[in-house]
């Protein structure tokens, strides 16, 4: 099972900044399929980011996804009050797929 | 457009087995390429992959419950059923199906139901 872990737990920003979410890989994930879910309280999960770096239908080019093997990135260019949320990667590149732990992107 | 909505029991007791179903509309199960999975999340916890079922009737497991799950499909129906034996308060969480497509990740949740174990 590939164990995916982010990084920070926990991130501290303030509208108009830049955030980077790492989400490293216990082993390299197939073909890139790595994607990132943005979760806000109450709500099931949205798909930002897919094949590591495409976005998904309808997401703002202020977020973008990088990386390739274990070690990935989403980068949001500039927050907006709304992106203030829990962020997951996820990997589905092997029959067992697997979610990181989340990082928590909270108002500074 | 693409919708799926899960139902079952909102409480069960421990020991027994619970079962939910996916409903699902805007897609078809049998287009190859097409799967349809089952997540859960515990109460301020993180994402946890249960099973996934794709077109061609193939069935994948979590390794860490695998002894205690079952997916299947309803093609004419557009149904997706996860059961779920000797429940336990631990699996406590909101269930969520969700669909993918082959490459594409998980593009379409459905809102979740909350399934409490207690006695």
């Known amino acids: 099972e590939i164990v995916l872990t982010q990084s920070p737990g926990t991130l501290s920003l303030s509208p108009g900044e830049r955030a980077t979410l790492s989400c490293r890989a216990s082993q390299s994930v197939s073909s890139s399929y790595l994607a990132w879910y943005q979760q806000k309280p109450g709500q099931a999960p949205r798909l930002l980011i897919y094949g590591a770096s495409s976005r998904a239908t309808g997401i703002p080019d202020r977020f973008s996804g990088s990386g390739s093997g274990t070690d990935f990135t989403l980068t949001i260019s500039r927050l907006e009050p709304e992106d203030f949320a829990v962020y997951y990667c996820?990997?589905?590149?092997?029959?067992?797929?697997?979610f990181g732990q989340g990082t928590r992107l909270e108002i500074k | 457009q693409v919708t799926l909505r899960e139902s079952g029991p909102a409480l069960v007791k421990p020991t027994q087995t619970l079962t939910l179903t996916c409903t699902f509309s805007?897609?078809?199960?049998?287009?190859?390429?097409?799967?349809v999975s089952w997540i859960r999340q515990p109460p301020g916890k993180a994402l946890e992959w249960l099973a996934l079922?794709?077109?061609?009737?193939?069935?994948y497991y979590s390794t860490s419950l695998k002894t205690r799950l079952t997916i299947s499909k309803d093609t004419s129906k557009n149904q997706v059923v996860l059961t779920m034996t000797n429940m336990d308060p631990v699996d406590t969480a909101t269930y969520y199906c969700?669909?993918?497509?082959?490459?594409?990740?998980?593009?379409?949740w459905g809102q979740g139901t909350m399934v409490t174990v207690s006695s």
């Open positions: 969700a669909r993918m497509r082959i490459g594409d990740a998980f593009d379409i």
């Open positions: 079922i794709d077109w061609d009737d193939d069935k």
């Open positions: 805007g897609f078809s199960l049998s287009t190859s390429g097409m799967c």
């Open positions: 996820q990997q589905y590149g092997s029959s067992q797929i697997t």
